[in-house]
């Protein structure tokens, strides 16, 4: 294993307080099979957190907790990316202006009322989970949702000229997305058994289809958009979980 791989895929994906190391390109796109690994790390300190307070908090507060604890753990970094998208493709302008909507700091109206509607169905999601078989969910939900960001880089062009996103389309291949899936079934299956496969299969379809809608809105793929492509795609796990898993397991 690429243990220098895994180690810059933690740096960039959490706010983990780690020894920072300087990474060429070739180093940072070699991270990329390893994102749905970190996204499985994220949920083992959720299922940790989740295991030691659950007999003390009733579950709205517990649930509440691990959202606030995800975005902690993430430095909100996705959740970002998520509203200057949402502001970005509804701000009703041409491809170039959507872009810059995006490259603006400034929070739109699209973005906070984006922002609120992620935030509740996260929550609400979680909430309507078993409380016995939602440490399993917390673990599967984050690893899926960053292997599909791995397919959004590998099959869209990036479309900023500067830019973290930028150097993880240098020297990408479809090799790097064999490997993110095989980790990805390797984890849902050994948490959820046979029953991850049908849940894998409807994230990928719902993750491809809200990311051709990105490319048909501005012709490809940027950080911002990685980072909505994630959060989409939790959600997604979650609600694909709620209609189709074995909530009794």
Not at 153 to 175: D, Q, V, W
Not at 224 to 239: K, P, R
Request: proline share 4%; aromatic share 12%; net charge neutral.
């Amino acid at each position: 294993m690429n243990f220098m791989g895994l180690y810059i895929a933690l740096l960039f994906l959490t706010r983990i307080p780690l020894p920072y190391i300087e990474c060429d390109q070739k180093q940072i796109i070699r991270s990329l099979p390893f994102f749905p690994v970190i996204g499985a790390i994220i949920g083992f300190l959720l299922a940790a957190l989740d295991a030691l307070l659950r007999s003390y908090l009733p579950d709205p507060a517990m649930v509440c907790l691990l959202v606030v604890a995800e975005t902690v753990i993430t430095g909100g970094l996705h959740i970002d990316g998520f509203a200057d998208t949402m502001d970005g493709l509804f701000c009703g302008k041409t491809k170039s202006e959507k872009l810059e909507v995006m490259k603006d700091s400034r929070l739109g109206a699209y973005g906070v009322m984006g922002v609120v509607l992620l935030f509740l169905l996260k929550y609400s999601a979680l909430l309507s989970i078993p409380a016995e078989v939602r440490s399993r969910l917390l673990v599967i939900f984050p690893a899926l949702s960053r292997w599909m960001m791995t397919w959004a880089i590998i099959l869209f062009p990036y479309l900023r000229e500067k830019g973290l996103g930028k150097a993880f389309n240098e020297n990408k291949s479809s090799l790097q997305v064999v490997l993110s899936t095989f980790f990805s079934v390797i984890i849902a299956f050994a948490i959820e058994g046979i029953e991850s496969l049908k849940i894998i299969f409807l994230t990928f379809i719902l993750g491809l289809l809200f990311s051709l809608y990105i490319f048909s809105k501005i012709g490809g793929m940027t950080g911002d958009t990685y980072g909505a492509v994630n959060e989409f795609c939790e959600i997604s796990v979650l609600f694909l979980y709620l209609i189709f898993g074995n909530k009794d397991a």
